[in-house]
């Protein structure tokens, strides 16, 4: 089965900074997507960014990219420029790319902005 | 695209009484998916449907609790003799096909008094 691993429950950034979210994972498959969601108070989930196993190169959304290390099992996320509004819980999320799979989330991360 | 749509936002009931709780999810998504949050933790499975088809059911899906979508639209998800241990948010989600994110609603939140 595969795991996602958060470890970092809390992280804290300086509005207009950059902070970086760590995320592992395990799995035996060579085939996989790996996903951030966000998701503020308001409790819905957003998609953040997405990034295909088979991709080398790294996703980027705005102010919004990942470092993905398939070898060493590592999805991190970065936010340049954090506003005020990227306050929230940040989960990583693993798919498997085989048909009818379901989303695993890892614990979460919770980032405060400050002023 | 009116997103995925759960009713009720809240629910308070008391231990042992029977709950329901429903999902539309966004038109043209065959896929639907319920999950379980509890506080500061990640969402975790319960359940998918491919159309009408419960495809797949968590271990965490005790025999008190049963999911539908008989017409492969909406979805309900009813939890039997409510225990204090189901006080939880409820998440809902769907998806076009295999691959795709998932678009998530607002959740049910349940508490069990």
């Known amino acids: 089965a595969q795991t996602v691993t958060q470890s970092q429950p809390e992280m804290s950034v300086q509005e207009a900074e950059t902070v970086t979210l760590s995320c592992t994972y395990d799995t035996s498959e060579s085939d996989y997507y790996l996903f951030w969601y966000k998701q503020p108070p308001s409790r819905q989930m957003i998609l953040v960014i997405r990034?295909?196993?088979?991709?080398?190169q790294n996703a980027t959304e705005n102010r919004f990219s990942v470092n993905f290390q398939k070898a060493a099992k590592s999805f991190s996320l970065k936010i340049s420029d954090s506003q005020l509004g990227d306050a929230a819980m940040y989960f990583c999320?693993?798919?498997?790319?085989?048909?009818?799979?379901?989303?695993?989330f890892g614990k979460g991360i919770t980032l405060s902005v400050r002023p | 695209d009116t997103g995925v749509s759960q009713n009720p936002r809240h629910k308070i009931t008391k231990r042992g009484q029977n709950v329901t709780f429903r999902c539309d999810p966004i038109s043209e998504h065959n896929r639907l998916y319920w999950y379980r949050q509890t506080l500061g933790q990640g969402p975790e499975f319960l359940t998918y449907?491919?159309?009408?088809?419960?495809?797949?059911k968590s271990r965490l899906l005790s025999d008190r609790f049963s999911a539908e979508r008989p017409k492969g639209s909406f979805s309900t998800l009813e939890i039997q003799r409510t225990e204090q241990g189901d006080s939880a948010m409820y998440l809902c989600?769907?998806?076009?096909?295999?691959?795709?994110?998932?678009?998530f609603g607002n959740g049910t939140r349940l508490t069990v008094t």
């Open positions: 990034q295909e196993a088979y991709k080398q």
């Open positions: 989600a769907s998806s076009p096909r295999d691959a795709t994110p998932l678009h």
């Open positions: 449907f491919q159309n009408e088809a419960q495809l797949e």
């Open positions: 999320a693993y798919r498997s790319a085989m048909t009818n799979s379901k989303l695993t």
